[in-house]
């Protein structure tokens, strides 16, 4: 489902999360998520797109739809458009319109599926101004996450409850997984596990330049099950395995 609304008053329920905003915004529904509606007043005209998964079936879209993270995102998350992403928006819904109710013929699926495609492509877009406009709240976002990924490791308790995870970091900012992922893309260049990875890295090479700790231990440590994965993602970090690192730092 892709929606565009501004609500009054009512209930707004995209899993458990309530839809608590009231600025003209989009969001977006994957299938098989539970939405509940009730009492729901409008500040002016909004609308819903459905389709069924199987309607993109044989169509490119089918499978890039998938690189939309926005999907994944939660209703607090939506994304706010301005005037004039909101009239692009309207045009690309009236196309669609008119083709599903006038005439349709063996052109009408591959136009609608093209609209639908230009509407997505869009908000790709306006999400990416989004967070440049929120660049502050960004900022913050990004520090607070550092700060949040460093005092899990520092307390210690990294061997009894395992790897921070991208899921973890998410809930300590009440923020969806896939939402902090794209915005710290956005800001830093580096997804969220790719941030976690190079901070546990991090520790990874004091360890083994300060401890006795041998490679496996070192990996435990820090949480991994996997000694040899951990030494594959070192060497991916650093460019030479944490044996190598630590026999060039001796020497």
Not at 71 to 93: C, G, Q, R, T
Not at 114 to 140: N, V
Request: charged share 25%; net charge neutral; glycine share 6%.
């Amino acid at each position: 489902m892709i929606g565009i609304k501004k609500l009054r008053s009512g209930v707004f329920l995209y899993g458990r999360t309530k839809y608590d905003h009231n600025s003209g915004s989009m969001s977006f529904v994957k299938p098989r998520q539970v939405v509940e509606m009730k009492n729901l007043d409008f500040e002016e005209d909004g609308f819903l797109i459905f389709f069924h998964e199987d309607f993109l079936n044989g169509h490119p879209l089918h499978s890039e739809i998938k690189k939309y993270g926005f999907f994944e995102y939660e209703v607090n998350e939506a994304l706010h458009l301005s005037s004039i992403e909101e009239k692009i928006i309207w045009d690309l819904h009236s196309k669609i319109k008119f083709e599903y109710y006038n005439n349709q013929d063996e052109y009408t699926r591959d136009i609608i599926i093209g609209h639908i495609d230009s509407i997505l492509k869009y908000s790709q877009r306006f999400y990416k101004r989004q967070f440049e406009d929120r660049y502050t709240a960004t900022g913050k976002t990004v520090s607070k996450f550092i700060e949040i990924l460093s005092a899990y490791l520092e307390k210690g308790d990294v061997p009894a409850n395992g790897l921070p995870t991208v899921k973890f970091m998410a809930e300590q900012l009440h923020l969806s997984p896939r939402y902090l992922s794209d915005l710290l893309k956005r800001e830093t260049g580096k997804t969220a596990i790719e941030l976690i990875h190079i901070r546990l890295i991090s520790e990874a090479k004091n360890l083994l330049t300060g401890s006795d700790c041998n490679v496996a231990e070192t990996a435990y440590s820090l949480g991994f099950d996997n000694p040899p994965y951990f030494s594959r993602l070192f060497k991916k970090e650093v460019g030479v395995s944490p044996l190598q690192f630590r026999k060039q730092f001796l020497n």
